[in-house]
């Protein structure tokens, strides 16, 4: 039981259902974008509530396979993250897997890679060279950062790649491949703002982690070197540290604190969904019509999931200000938000079952987060 758990703590598993979530948003809004196409051309009408049919203009027994690329890069990607992190572990989180000795550094890179492996194979047999493109980048992009994210805080931006990748991989194999189709319809908007939302979240870990170890320490009023808190000598110049010593300035101006932006952006990417996705302009393009009921309900339903996630996100905020060291209970919470995100989109585009789902997943995720940790 302690190994299997080692694997399951290695792999995160917890954040696992962010990932499928993400993969069945994009899969589904690329139906719909190909579907709008596919009416257009044959100028067909149908009547839809709030666009809740979905037509698969692509073979469901090939593309599906795109639905598990991003699962299994997941799982790679965070196994190969311990993996590369073994000696920073060791000095740091001994009770890491690796470093204590439940899981070796070669079996790690062993299933990590081989995950990865699988995920491109499942990129493959969607048989569609775009797709296999997209699943190539998204495994190059979970190696690299793997590799440089201990190295650079720009690391931060290939995450958000990854992130915007789960989405965009199914998408586009959805599509049939026509990347001018995602481009054109608005499909893009939720890979895009996957990574947004993936990027603040990444930002604020970084910034909130750096600024806890400033809590714990002062500066040197003579050559401004940081000092740890109860030291009585500057380690710099060997001058006594008062006790008037000057904390390090805030590193953000407070208008434009990323923990603060993440709260209201749960209403703003509902705004950007509900003007720019391929069915909001079902009730007036090409024949396809809306019903009033469905209408309103595109509206209201994905404005009251932002309305729910954005305050989430401002109770997290508060706990993060009273008390610095729940940032990675912070992160995790906005990690599982991912999901709602998706549960906004899918709303916006009228799939209120598969928004339903999304929201499960996200509330699976708090759960599970309770027993492996997500961040």
């Known amino acids: 039981m302690s190994r299997a758990r080692a694997w399951l703590e290695i792999t995160r598993i917890s954040n696992l259902p962010t990932v499928v979530s993400n ?46 690329v991003p699962p299994f890069a997941y799982i ?11 000696k920073v572990d060791a000095r740091e989180r001994p009770g890491r897997p690796i470093p204590s000795g439940r899981i070796t550094q070669r079996s790690a890179f062993f299933i990590g890679f081989l995950f990865l492996f699988t995920a491109l194979c499942f990129g493959w ?19 690299l950062y793997d590799f440089v994210h201990t190295r650079s805080a720009a690391s931060a931006f290939l995450l958000a790649l990854c992130r915007a990748l789960a989405a965009l991989v199914p998408m586009i194999a ?62 710099e110049c060997g001058n006594r540290i008062e006790s008037s010593a000057q904390p390090p300035r805030a590193r953000w101006p407070q208008i434009f604190e990323p923990a603060r932006l993440m709260t209201v952006a749960p209403l703003l990417i509902a705004g950007v969904f509900l003007v720019v996705l391929p069915s909001a302009a079902f009730a007036n393009r090409d024949g396809i019509s809306d019903s009033e009921l469905g209408r309103w309900l595109r509206i209201g339903i994905p404005l009251a999931f932002a309305i729910v996630a954005s305050w989430f ?57 309770r027993s492996i940790s997500g961040s």
């Open 125 to 143: 047999l969607a048989d569609s060279m775009s797709t296999f493109v997209a699943s190539t980048l998204l495994v190059g992009a979970v190696t």
């Open 174 to 235: 959805f599509t049939e491949g026509d990347l001018r189709l995602i481009a054109t319809s608005g499909a893009f908007a939720l890979p895009l703002t996957l990574a947004l939302w993936t990027l603040g979240l990444s930002i604020v870990a970084r910034h909130e982690v750096s600024s806890l170890e400033d809590l714990r320490s002062v500066r040197c009023r003579t050559c401004d070197s940081l000092i740890r808190s109860g030291a009585t000598l500057c380690v």
């Open 76 to 86: 790679g990607g965070m196994v190969l993250n311990d993996a590369f992190d073994a």
């Open 313 to 369: 996100a401002f109770r997290a905020r508060l706990r993060l200000e009273r008390d610095r060291r729940t940032t990675p209970s912070v992160v995790a919470l906005w990690i599982a938000l991912l999901a709602l995100i998706d549960a906004i989109a899918l709303a916006a585009v009228g799939q209120f079952l598969l928004a339903t789902i999304a929201i499960g997943f996200s509330a699976l995720t708090r759960r599970m987060q």
């Open 23 to 68: 993969a069945i948003a994009g899969a589904a809004i690329g139906s719909i974008a190909i579907l709008q196409r596919d009416f257009s051309t044959i100028g067909g009408s149908i009547t839809t509530i709030g666009g809740a049919l979905i037509v698969r203009s692509v073979e469901p027994s090939v593309a599906q396979f795109a639905l598990l």
